[in-house]
């Protein structure tokens, strides 16, 4: 069934300075403004056109703010329990006619539409917390988008795949292989970070892996695909009918306007500094030469002169994460409601001009830091195991392997569910581990090398859905102590023990089969503590040829080389990291005498700045997984006896 995007409202002729002149708004319907060119009374003073709609994804909400940063609009209403869970809004839009709101929860796995300003949950789509590629679920979708037809669109990431989706709840059509995931559009797509409407019915479409942008007509026909010159592409926005606005999720990150070829017309991403963007997610003409940009981890939105490339306007605080007024927490989808929208609907009407005394602190105290607590999460584990594997699948953990108590490795799979503390036996691996690296690729658990009585190179399968294990390949070495970390479809596996010596490698995986060498370490580490920061990885500490280390380096996959960023207050080994708000965080471990430590140490990787922080967690060789705002460290060992406690980082 042949599914469009209906009509486009008119768009006007702009020129935008820098010596480039866009052609006709071709923007999608959603986008725009509707109604007449009338004198609008409603319209705020300063350089956004109207209000600005801000998912702010790491608070789980959504605000709508005018130029004077004044607060008209949020949802959940402040002490309202919404009807249906809201968490990890990635995405929101406006429909086309601006009484309705989409939202995507990315993690959640979940679409809802709300209705505008009353914020009723009318349509929804997705079981909460349960990614699959079964009829009524996703997996991490990203960018939806109402059209006037009723139709949903939405880009299913780790599917594969793009969705038309009715009213009704089903699937009319849909572009890519489900859970087939390689560049050869329209029938196979990798990975999507976005899938924007079209107004002549065609979808704009991203693919992370080779950083493709493709160009899929309303008959579902590829038009052109282009590799951007990005590292990360990220919800292109066609401005004209040879102009993409498209933003680069890496750090330091960049809004850029290029050519169905690939040329690029215009470019902002300062490399330093305060104007420096941090994973920007989407970036969104607003006004003439005037572009809008989620700057996610330094939590805030930005507006940015065409002309001079330079921040105009800020909504949220650099670099400081929080909730009262005037503060975001990792904001990752935004858009305009237009004055004269505004103007056109008297609810809407009659809320701007009743709300008028939200305003925010201007300025952020400097003092002003995020506290982080550990404390228990308030349930612990039936056993006590260490050294184990754990990864974060949809609202659930899975933990696989580990010592037990006695010291023995064990194959086990169990499935934690983290709200109630309540843990499943989910199945069993084929071979019994200890000290490997474990990662999700899609629906599949892997495991990489361990111990058990000498290290391995077997990689071990989990299908989720089967719930059977299998032995699926092989690492390049065999490898124990290795830690793994995951940078958008890519898994790094860092390090480790080959028998002998601890390793330098780097290598990378998108399959779980296959490995190529992405890069060395200075040295060589096992027992490393590893998270990603956005496009690059953080590994702390570890053990070296001479013992514990108190390095840390920052490795950037693009140009396969390390630096080291600094040191921590000592030299410990087998800690656990995070990565919370674009915050490392060090937890844990034993010092060169091999005794636990309870420190915490956070890491400013932009501003290489480390400091201790007064929370305390004696524990080590344990799994941190990271779940939306919050991070659980899950067993471990205390002076080299297994535990059963969960502790929670946040």
Avoid at 83 to 112: A, K, L, V, W, Y
Avoid at 506 to 534: E, K, M, S, W
Avoid at 544 to 550: D, M, Q, R, V
């Amino acid at each position: 069934m042949a599914v469009a995007a209906g009509g486009a409202a008119v768009g006007v002729a702009v020129a935008v300075v820098l010596l480039i002149v866009l052609p006709k708004d071709t923007s999608p319907p959603q986008k725009r403004a509707k109604g007449r060119a009338s004198a609008v009374t409603l319209k705020p003073p300063g350089p956004i056109p109207g209000y600005l709609l801000i998912a702010d994804r790491g608070n789980n909400r959504m605000l709508l703010v005018d130029s004077k940063k004044r607060i008209f609009w949020r949802y959940p209403k402040p002490g309202v329990r919404p009807s249906m869970p809201f968490r990890f809004d990635d995405d929101t839009f406006f429909g086309p006619r601006t009484d309705r709101i989409i939202s995507n929860q990315e993690d959640q796995h979940t679409i809802q539409i709300i209705s505008f300003p009353a914020g009723r949950v009318l349509w929804r789509y997705g079981r909460i917390n349960i990614p699959s590629s079964r009829p009524g679920y996703l997996h991490t979708p990203d960018d939806a988008y109402l059209l006037r037809s009723g139709i949903v669109t939405v880009a299913d990431a780790y599917n594969c795949r793009v969705l038309f989706i009715s009213p009704a709840h089903r699937i009319v059509r849909q572009y890519g292989t489900t859970a087939v995931c390689r560049h050869d559009p329209p029938r196979y797509l990798g990975p999507i970070n976005g899938a924007t409407p079209l107004p002549d019915g065609g979808t704009l479409v991203s693919e992370i892996r080779g950083s493709w942008v493709d160009d899929i007509g309303p008959n579902g026909r590829l038009r052109w695909s282009v590799q951007a010159p990005v590292s990360y592409p990220s919800d292109p926005q066609l401005l004209a009918p040879n102009r993409i606005l498209i933003a680069d999720y890496a750090r330091p990150g960049h809004a850029l306007i290029m050519t169905r070829t690939g040329r690029v017309l215009w470019r902002y991403g300062p490399s330093s500094g305060p104007g420096k963007l941090d994973h920007p997610s989407l970036a969104l003409r607003v006004a003439p030469g005037l572009i809008a940009v989620n700057d996610d981890y330094r939590h805030r939105v930005v507006l940015i002169s065409m002309r001079t490339k330079r921040i105009v306007w800020q909504y949220g605080h650099t670099d400081v994460a929080g909730r009262r007024p005037g503060y975001l927490n990792t904001p990752d989808g935004l858009d305009l409601l237009h004055t004269a929208a505004a103007q056109g609907r008297p609810a809407v009407r009659s809320l701007l001009s009743a709300k008028r005394a939200s305003v925010h602190i201007a300025v952020a105290p400097r003092s002003v830091r995020p506290t982080i607590h550990v404390r228990s999460a308030g349930y612990r584990l039936p056993v006590p195991v260490q050294r184990e594997v754990a990864v974060a699948a949809g609202g659930h953990v899975l933990i696989a392997g580990g010592l037990d108590a006695t010291g023995r490795s064990t194959s086990g799979v169990f499935r934690l569910d983290p709200s109630s503390g309540r843990l499943a036996r989910f199945g069993s691996m084929r071979q019994a581990f200890h000290d490997a690296a474990g990662a999700l690729l899609g629906h599949r658990l892997f495991v990489f090398g361990g111990g058990a009585a000498q290290s391995s190179a077997t990689v071990q399968q989990f299908d989720l859905r089967t719930r059977r294990s299998a032995i699926v390949s092989r690492l390049p070495r065999a490898l124990s102590d290795l830690s793994s970390a995951t940078v958008g479809d890519a898994v790094y596996l860092v390090g480790g023990y080959d028998g002998r010596i601890p390793r330098r490698e780097i290598y990378r995986t998108t399959d779980g089969r296959h490995f190529v060498l992405a890069g060395r370490l200075p040295v060589g580490l096992r027992y490393a503590a590893v998270t990603a920061v956005g496009a690059s990885l953080v590994v702390a500490g570890g053990i070296s040829s001479s013992g514990a280390s108190s390095s840390v380096y920052e490795f950037d996959p693009a140009a396969g080389r390390s630096h080291l960023l600094g040191r921590l207050p000592g030299p410990v080994g087998h800690a656990s990291a995070v990565t919370l708000g674009g915050t490392v965080y060090v937890i844990g471990g034993a010092d060169a005498n091999g005794t636990t430590t309870g420190s915490v140490t956070a890491i400013d990787v932009a501003k290489r700045t480390f400091r201790p922080v007064a929370a305390v967690a004696r524990v080590s060789d344990a799994a941190a997984v990271l779940l939306g705002v919050r991070a659980l460290i899950i067993g471990g060992a205390a002076n080299g006896r297994a535990v059963a406690t969960v502790r929670e980082l946040r």
